[in-house]
Structures are given as structure tokens and as C-alpha cells.
């Protein structure tokens, strides 16, 4: 109340002066407000890295033959599906052969059937050739469940990434064949100061929850909402930083293991006092603003900006909400002059277009 009484005061007494100049015709006008005082949501970017829950290589468990199950690359698989099979060297002969023997006892069963519709052959030999290929299908059957073949299968759901070899090359043990990966919950890494990770710590022990959001490569921001995790973060004993991750459902598999992006991790300050970045002006690396007294006198006072917001400063000294200062005709401001003619123009209006990062 004290702010807004002085401030109709001031107004008065300003419009009697004349704090006016011409510049093409149009008059130009000093205008004064009060800092803006609310609370408001600032936000800190990060740069980092997307990864899967869970993220494992896929690898050949002995030296043999690789085949393909009947999953393909970029599938989703479900756990226990057969994703790879490693034939040993001798195993794999033995099957090449099995099958080549019943390649063959097909032939002799399908010309048995030709020859007999000419009436070249009876339906006794036509039973025999249908026995001997069954014969052998049994065989390639035994040769691929063989017990000395390595079967892989998926450890968990996921997604399989592209496959590094191809199928019937010779493989080691070791090798890595593909790798798997859990999308469901991704796990966003990103560094911090160690005095940021200080303060995320004590803000969770309090209770606090950050408010976390994911801008992805494209400049989009994903939809879902992120949870902070300061939970055993150590810093780097080289650069000092530490990592932290936040946690991010992906429900439609839209984030990909190894991608990057931007975090912005919210935070709300209470009654934080603001004034337009236009209203200020720098000095060898200070930033100013001009604050007319009681007596409309205008001095440069310098203030201390905490966070810097689209088309305003947070400021954390200097000022106050009880102030007033130069809004707007900064052209007609002098230290140590007095402020005749100005205009006045409550916070509510003079702030009104102004915007907020992040709003």
C-alpha cells in the first residue's frame, strides 16, 4: 500500500514537469514503475544423453555357425524368445549333411509321384519314397536339437537393435552379435556443478520434487514428465561435475537408447523480484538500474541479477518491490536529475507483454 500511495504521489507531481523530448516528430516519454514482485517458476538446461532402463549386448556363448531365430532387426521381442542359434563346426556338417540327404529323398518322392500319374510307377514305391524322405526329415530335426547347440534367448523384453553379423558367418565366444534394449523407462544423464548437486540433494531430502522436462533433438518438448534422481551422484575427481539422471516413462517408444537432448530442471521462487531487462543498462560488466527518490531525484543504483528470464531479470539485490524506477525513456534518464514529467504506470500494466521464459 505504502508503494502504490507513493507511487500516485510521484505520478502527480511528475506530470507538472516536463521530462519530454522530440525525435522525429514523436515525443518521447519517461515512464516509471515498480519492480515486480511474484512468485515465479525459472528454469536450468542441461545438455545430455538418453538411455534405455536396461541396454545389453547380445553375445555368442561358444564358437560355431550363427543362424537367425525368426526375429528380425528393430523387432520387439518378448523374454524368452529365441533370438540366435551357435551350431558347432562338426554339428553344423553333420546338419549340412542331413539336410542334403533329405533334399535328396524329397526328389526321389516327388518323381515317384510324377511317374505315378503316367502310370510309370505303383502306389507301394510311391509309400516307400514318402517313408525314406520322412526318414530323413527326422534326422535334420535331430541334427538342429541337438543338445551341443547353443540356443540364445531374449533375457528381458525389448527392443533389438541391427545385427552385426550375418547369418552363417563363423563366430567366436564373445562375440557381439546384436544388443537389447528395455525403452519402457529411460534414464536421461546429464552434469552438474557440484554445488547444484548440493542443492538438488538437500531439495529432495526436504521433500521438494523438481519438476523435470525433456526437450528432444528437434526442438520439441516430450510429453512426459520427468522425475530427478540425486541419488548416489559422486562427482568427477577431474572435472568436478557430477551426473544425475531423471527418469522418464516411454510409454510409445518414441525415445531410442544413445540419443541427445536437453533437460530443464523448474524450479519456483518465491516472491522473486523482477525488473525488465530494458529497464537496466551495463557498465563494465554491471548491470544498473535508475531509482527515483521521494524527492524525484534519479540515481543509477547497480543490482545483482540472480537468473535471467526472457525479457526480465530476477534480481536478488538492489532493489525491491517498493522502489521506483525507469521503465521506460531510459534516453532521458541522468544520474542526479530529477524525474519531472514522468509518467506512472502500475506493475500490472507496465509487465503485461513481458514474458517469461518458459510460459
Known amino acids: 500500500m505504502r508503494a502504490l500511495q507513493m507511487g500516485a504521489c510521484l505520478m502527480a507531481a511528475f506530470t507538472l514537469g516536463a521530462c519530454h523530448s522530440k525525435k522525429g516528430g514523436h515525443a518521447a516519454v519517461m515512464v516509471l514503475t515498480h519492480p515486480l514482485q511474484q512468485d515465479t517458476t525459472i528454469s536450468r538446461e542441461y545438455a545430455c544423453q538418453i538411455n534405455s532402463c536396461k541396454n545389453i549386448k547380445v553375445l555368442a556363448t ?25 551350431v558347432p563346426g562338426s ?29 510309370q510307377a505303383t502306389d507301394q514305391e510311391l509309400s516307400e519314397a514318402k517313408a525314406q524322405w520322412d526318414e530323413k526329415l527326422e534326422l535334420v530335426k535331430a541334427a538342429q536339437n541337438d543338445a551341443d547347440v547353443n540356443t540364445i534367448k531374449a533375457p528381458f523384453s525389448g527392443l533389438m537393435s541391427r545385427l552385426l553379423l550375418a547369418e552363417g558367418s563363423l563366430v567366436d565366444q564373445g562375440a557381439v552379435l546384436t544388443t537389447l534394449s528395455d525403452n519402457s523407462e529411460m534414464q536421461v544423464i546429464f552434469n552438474v556443478s557440484e554445488a547444484e548437486s548440493r542443492e538438488y540433494a538437500a531439495q529432495a531430502q526436504s521433500g521438494e520434487n523438481k519438476q523435470v522436462t525433456l526437450v528432444l533433438a528437434n526442438g520439441k518438448i516430450f510429453e512426459q514428465p520427468g522425475r530427478l534422481n540425486v541419488a548416489e551422484a559422486k562427482a568427477d575427481e577431474q572435472s568436478g561435475m557430477t551426473p544425475l539422471h531423471a527418469d522418464f516413462a516411454n510409454p510409445t517408444g ?12 523448474w524450479k519456483m ?28 531525484v534519479m540515481q543509477q543504483r547497480e543490482i545483482q541479477i540472480s537468473a535471467e528470464l526472457e525479457d526480465l531479470f530476477m534480481v ?33 500494466k507496465a509487465f503485461a507483454h513481458l514474458k517469461i521464459k518458459g510460459e
Open 316 to 348: 536478488s539485490e538492489g532493489v525491491g518491490a517498493d522502489d521506483m524506477i525507469v521503465f521506460a525513456g531510459m534516453g532521458l534518464a541522468k544520474d542526479g536529475a530529477k524525474a519531472e514529467g514522468a509518467e506512472f504506470e502500475a506493475p500490472e
Open 91 to 119: 554339428k553344423r556338417t553333420a546338419l549340412n549333411r542331413a539336410e542334403a540327404v533329405a533334399e535328396v529323398a524329397k526328389g526321389v518322392f516327388e518323381n515317384t509321384e510324377r511317374r505315378l500319374k503316367n502310370q
Open 254 to 265: 518414441l525415445l531410442r537408447n544413445g540419443e541427445s537432448g536437453i533437460v530443464r530442471v
Open 62 to 86: 561358444g564358437r560355431g555357425y550363427l543362424e537367425l531365430g525368426k526375429l528380425k532387426e528393430g523387432q520387439h521381442v518378448n523374454a524368452g524368445d529365441v533370438m540366435f542359434k551357435i
Open 269 to 296: 521462487i518465491k516472491q522473486a523480484v523482477l525488473v525488465p531487462q530494458k529497464a537496466t543498462f551495463e557498465k563494465r560488466g554491471h548491470h544498473y538500474v535508475f531509482v527515483v527518490g521521494k524527492d524525484q
